[in-house]
């Protein structure tokens, strides 16, 4: 009896590290083809099919919480649902949607502060662009910012 939980056990583990695996080196491996690119450095462009997009983000001011961002998006195409999500780089801290608020037909903004991380002051976070829950899959870069 104990010999065969122990390995109906080792076999549901087995089962979920390779499921789980599978999955984590899809996203890394993902992260990992596309170049960075620094959004604190200056702003990230590309070009597709449907014409220009452009990423800026400005560092406003300190606050209690930690320092405060500005993301500005000018995109030739409107996604529906249109939303950043805030995910750990440099160690996984969850995922943070933030509201892009249109300012005018094709331009962008949200305000927000990078979560604070006890472990050090120069997280590496990423900005995932998404229509909805889908990730755009038009981005030709890893979009970064290290919070200060």
Known sequence: MLRTIVMVSLVAVTIALVVFGLRYREVAGNAAEQPQCDLLEGACEWTTSEGDWRVTLIA????????????????PKSPDRFLAVLRGRSMYMGEYPVPLVREELHEYQARFTAPFCTTGAEMVWRIDLQDGQEKLKNVPWTLVFKAH
């Open 60 to 75: 406003t001011e300190p606050s209690a919480q930690g320092m405060q961002y500005r993301l500005l998006l000018t995109v």
